[in-house]
């Protein structure tokens, strides 16, 4: 059997077997309406609350606190046009390397009349604090700012973004999919107004995704109707997906710590890489990172073309953010980080996770250097 | 083992085994991501737009036309939405009898500006043609009326509708989702441009619903963000529901003449209920209905009461909508009916499906005779 090595982790995980098990009998057996009275739609119920809780856990705030939704690109689209909607003020700031799901709600909102500031990153990805600093104003409703990069892994200080934004009197809403579940998180006590997860990005399933908004803030429906999440959110409960969801939580919580070891793989990997393939470099900052991602480009290397021969040789990468990965525009984070243009085709996101194995790793750098060199012999010859 | 005897399939349905066997493999091996380039994403995406195929395959219409969404509450959220907030007209029309997903966008568009006709029912639950007839005018931007009755299982006639709501130039939404894998459709040659369903009224999984969009219709975005679902509805595509929608849509259609048999065990349930206990009635038309719902009232009953009995007697059903089920309220539908007050709070929907068998009706006939019995004998003590 071919070997298969996943490290395209950033866009979606392999559900893991715990979260199997707990939506198993969700499917055929526990299958009622949560809002049905009967004994069927109770213990659905009882189901969907347990989840809540295990979210709510996971994220250290209440379980009146945890919305479920379909995807967190519904979660980004919810809470900015949900705060926007509502809001009397009519500023709102962003960056320049946000995911599509909150970049489109920004220009949708800037066509409604609302100013949007955009602010930009640095070479390695970081945010000017100062720049930030100077765009709030009395006048800023809501601040939407991502916790970690999908497409480097670059950390923002949210804690810091934080008590800059309450000291304005925005709302603060920050894009979590890349981080929840693998960095512990307190919202009780944080600066956090609403946050945006999944469950496919930490080995939870597909469909399912989740919005902290904390009590008290107001925030109009997206999706109108039935009593449904606090009458917050209409529509029959996804229940297989959010007890998958809830099980993938508390199976965060205890493996958390092992993300230690997957940085020890990412670096191990990225060091090698590095060192032995020339006119090779690394892709935001080194230590403000998440644990599972690197993203290198190589000169004079397509990469589109080295990623289809990755996945022949069963390594599964990506070029980019996958939700643009159809196109071959030039990636708009690596754009706004100023990235070398000899460096912008060749750049490819290597997202490992806790299934990632050192043989995994050894497997993929081989493969990766033996294909660097052969494209760049075919380019010197062509 | 206690029986248990399932007659709250207009609220959920058990998932069928096909649809269970079609997701399995796609919750641990193809997992990919249907936007990432390497093989597993692309064995992802065959996967859903084979799915898509089979969703368009039993609506008779083309796969573009099909849209992947998380329930039909956000399906019907999305067809008026996103109608209404491109339209250059001001009118719109729907009933007094739509599911809340209708009706709370409604309000909420009615808030914004528009006008919103509200028609009325008889007592048999069916529209006045000519009010409709009256109603439209080239002012009318979108008319949103059901198939099916959630509650009543009562039919309106959509193709008459269609044609008179094609000759005012608006557009026309149907909200299906109690009648896509139960009765056959041809959206093709209809007069219907938005039509709302979901997977887990006909025996699909829960977390997934879908919009059919006529080619060349505008619709504004609800989700925005990446380029998923023809660049309409942003978000990581919800593989293993779909794929098992898609099945289920497929088993519909193998399966589709034996609703025939469902009426025929609704019939007789019907009349022994009605021949057996005095002061009972059947709300809603005899004839023009779902086989596989029959709406029944007692006068001098709790509903609420006779449906936790009903209950503890593993017998499943529903005293109104599922999705107002926690409320006490009587039910807006049976009001804009004009149902006897005495029988407004002893109605009870039994909703059939093709799991259903004679036992399962005999059982649930015994124990209704017997408990109606029961708790009128104790109101006449008391």
């Known amino acids: 059997m071919k070997r298969e090595v996943y490290l395209d982790n950033n866009a979606t995980t392999r559900m893991a077997d715990e979260v199997y098990e707990a939506m198993m009998p969700c499917l055929q057996k526990f299958y009622g309406n949560p809002s049905s009275v009967h004994a069927l739609g109770r213990e659905a119920a009882s189901r969907l609350e347990k989840a809540r809780g295990q979210v709510a856990q996971l994220l250290d705030c209440c379980s009146e606190e945890i919305y479920f939704t379909s995807t967190a690109s519904e979660s980004n689209n919810w809470a900015i046009g949900g705060v926007l909607s509502t809001a009397k003020k009519n500023h709102v700031i962003t960056s320049r390397v946000e995911h599509p799901s909150v970049q489109g709600p920004m220009n949708f909102w800037e066509k409604q009349g609302f100013r949007v500031t955009r602010l930009g990153v640095n070479e390695k990805g970081l945010l000017d604090l100062d720049e930030l600093e100077k765009a709030l104003s009395s006048q800023t409703a809501l601040v939407s700012l991502m916790y970690a990069n999908n497409e480097t892994g670059v950390l923002f200080p949210i804690e810091k973004i934080g008590d800059l934004v309450k000291k304005s009197g925005a709302l603060f809403h920050v894009d979590a999919v ?40 107001r925030l109009n429906s997206m999706i109108r109707g039935g009593h449904q999440e606090f009458g917050r959110r209409a529509g029959t409960e996804a229940l297989p997906q959010i007890v998958g969801l809830g099980a993938a939580a508390s199976l965060a919580q205890r493996r958390m710590l092992r993300y230690a070891e997957v940085g020890e793989l990412r670096d191990d ?114």
Do not use: W
């Not at 069963?314 to 984070?333: F, K, M, Q, R, W």
């Not at 706004?336 to 497997?363: N, V």
């Open 178 to 217: 890349q981080v929840v579940g693998k960095i512990p998180l307190s919202l009780k006590n944080s600066s956090i107004d609403l946050l945006s997860f999944s469950g496919h990005k930490f080995h939870g399933p597909k469909g399912i995704g989740g919005l902290f908004l904390r009590q008290d803030t």
């Open 269 to 382: 990997f990225e060091r090698s890489v590095l060192e032995e393939i020339p006119q090779s470099l690394r892709v935001g900052h080194e230590k403000n990172r998440l644990a599972t991602t690197t993203h290198l480009s190589f000169a004079k290397i397509e990469g589109a073309v080295l990623l289809h021969s990755l996945s022949k040789a069963g390594i599964y990468v990506s070029s980019g953010a996958a939700c643009s990965s159809g196109s071959l525009d030039p990636s708009p984070t690596l754009m706004a980080m100023g990235l070398d243009p000899e460096y912008l085709s060749g750049a490819l996101r290597f997202s490992l996770s806790l299934d990632t194995t050192k043989e995994d790793m050894e497997y993929a750098k081989n493969h990766l250097f033996a294909l660097v060199k052969k494209f760049r012999l075919l380019g010197e010859i062509c």
